[in-house]
């Protein structure tokens, strides 16, 4: 249990840290759990869980690139069955609040998805719906591009689940905005801003685009800039919470979201690279409350949006 | 449960030594790794305390002495560079153990293939499996040419009379690969570039257990990224939870040879 000073709400969730692990980079295995980042998140994303099982993509997955990393990684996941029935159940005896993040890939897959999600309700916090992963070549990508695709998305997740729903955005939407007014619209608790950036990188010593899929998600540091100024738009076009994601790494990197209007912040790329970084971030939060003379983080949330 | 000690700690450099152009030794004080590490398994380290180079490099380890691991670092890239540049008195962060022990041999004799630098970590299984009490196992190095002769000393004074040496042109020991070397073997655990590993598993007889090593480009190195898979008859397998090392009959090579683009 972390100081109250560092609590926070998003949508329909106390998080008694501001941290969260994204998806993607903490193992559906609880044997395989890092325990270094456990006593300083306030949650945590399993990895993307479809329908199906998945194999993911072919291919080189990973290239790091300045201060960043390109995946392609694909959803690679066993399936929402073997999620509820096998992981789930063994994760959510850590006592760390848990967030599923599911990937619906068509329509059709909603219904038994959820229904299927619905029996391990007990043990999540809340759903994050992925309409952001990149990786995916038909359907996942789709969803969260248009405001159309993330009110569609969003209206058939609501309907099929009745728990803290978070919907996470893709920087890839040409109106950002559009696309959080939708997700609130149709009954979002939060939106998470945002995903991973399209980039890509070539091996030169093969003359080829590094990855199969020629593209893959840009995640890291590198992008954290970006992210900020996502936030930024979104946290002035809805009243939902915001939770920022993308490239956070430092606690300066935590309070920059929290000032841009985020309420929490997911951290996904810097735990990869670091296991210590969310105990250093969590220790640079609490030491500018204390330097800023603040009871709690929430007086930072919004905070420099204010003239 | 999670793991049930910490996965990273700070490493003092020690010593360490370079071998070749490009290759050399690093030695860390890292008592923690020492203890838990078994030979098969392997560790990250990182640098740098800035964001860039960003993640971890996967490295295999030569030898654990007391309360210090060695590692064998190939200049490779920015991270390795920097890891080689490291004198005494610098700190690194080391993440591990990581990935699966070797398995006990199962059928003698056994042999441990190195191709270059890829002998590092079957130096470490050789003293551990020396200490055992079963038989002692070769030691295969297999390298292009006699400039790697500082490499050969290295690895002769640790193994003695239980090392093979073969060069691509016969300038330092016997012509010829590790493949050489697997007549007779019972069992191969081998390490070393792709295009070694793909030629022993193309001349391993059916029946012989050949271990290889594919470690892929890591990201977080337990089993969270899922950006280290190998191609399997099963379907995709992480290097670095059920890796580095499989068993060759498992690998779909095919696949493999698509992902390292030399199809």
């Known amino acids: 249990m972390r100081k109250r000073s560092v609590q926070t709400r998003v949508g329909g969730v106390i998080l008694d840290s501001p941290l969260i692990v994204a998806s993607g980079v903490w193992p559906l295995e609880r044997d395989l759990w890092p325990r270094e980042p456990l006593p300083f998140v306030g949650a945590a994303c399993t990895k993307g869980i479809t329908l199906e099982p998945r194999e993911g993509n072919p291919g080189v997955r990973l290239w790091e690139t300045p201060a960043g990393v390109l995946n392609s990684v694909g959803l690679q996941n066993g399936g929402v069955r073997s999620f509820v029935e096998r992981d789930l159940p063994e994760m959510a005896r850590e006592g760390v609040p848990l967030v599923a993040n599911v990937a619906p890939l068509t329509e059709e897959d909603f219904d038994p998805l959820f229904g299927a999600l619905e029996a391990g309700a007990e043990h999540l916090a809340a759903v994050e719906l992925n309409l952001s992963c990149p990786n995916v070549a038909c359907g996942g990508a789709a969803w969260g591009v248009t405001a159309k695709g993330v009110s569609r998305a969003v209206a058939l997740a609501r309907s099929r689940w009745r728990g803290p729903l978070w919907v996470k955005l893709t920087p890839q939407a040409a109106d950002l905005g559009a696309t959080a007014r939708a997700a609130e619209d149709r009954g979002a608790d939060a939106v998470v801003v945002a995903n991973t950036w399209l980039g890509m990188a070539f091996d030169v010593e093969r003359h080829r685009p590094a990855l199969a899929r020629v593209v893959g998600g840009l995640s890291g540091p590198a992008i954290f800039p970006l992210a900020l100024r996502c936030v930024w738009d979104v946290a002035g076009s809805v009243s939902i919470p915001v939770v920022g994601c993308g490239g956070v790494t430092t606690g300066n990197d935590v309070i920059s979201m929290l000032l841009a209007g985020a309420s929490a912040v997911e951290v996904g790329t810097a735990l990869m690279a670091d296991l210590g970084a969310a105990k250093a971030m969590m220790e640079a939060v609490e030491g500018h409350l204390e330097r800023f003379g603040l009871d709690t983080i929430s007086s930072l949330v919004g905070a420099g949006r204010r003239a | ?263």
């Open chain 2, 1 to 263: 449960m999670s793991r049930e000690s910490s996965l990273e700690e700070r490493a003092l450099v020690v010593g360490g030594r370079p071998l070749i152009p490009g290759l050399g030794e690093v030695i860390l004080e890292a008592p923690r790794l020492a203890r838990e590490l078994r030979p098969g398994q392997f560790l990250m380290a990182r640098v740098s305390p800035w964001q860039d180079p960003l993640l971890g490099r996967p490295l295999g380890v030569s030898a654990v002495r007391g309360s210090q691991i060695t590692l064998m670092v190939a200049a490779l890239g920015r991270g390795s560079r920097a890891l080689l540049a490291l004198r005494p008195g610098a700190e690194v962060t080391l993440r591990g153990p990581l990935g699966t022990p070797f398995p006990p041999p199962a059928q003698a004799p056994l042999v441990l293939a190195g191709g270059g630098f890829g002998v590092a970590p079957l130096m470490y299984a050789w003293d551990e499996l020396r200490a055992g009490r079963g038989e002692v196992p070769t030691v295969v190095l297999g390298v292009p040419d006699g400039s790697w002769a500082p490499l050969e000393r290295l690895v002769a004074h640790r193994v003695g009379k239980h090392l093979r040496v073969f060069s691509d042109d016969g300038s330092l020991g016997e012509r010829g690969t590790p493949c050489d070397a697997l007549e007779g073997a019972g069992e191969v655990w081998a390490c070393g570039p792709p295009a070694m590993i793909r030629a022993m598993a193309r001349c391993a007889p059916p029946e012989m257990r050949l271990l290889v090593n594919l470690d892929q480009r890591m990201g977080c190195g337990y089993g969270g990224c899922l950006g280290c898979t190998v191609p399997t008859v099963r379907g995709p397998v992480r290097a670095c939870v059920e890796g580095p090392f499989f068993d060759a009959r498992d690998v779909d090579w095919g696949a493999l040879e698509e992902l390292e683009g030399r199809s």
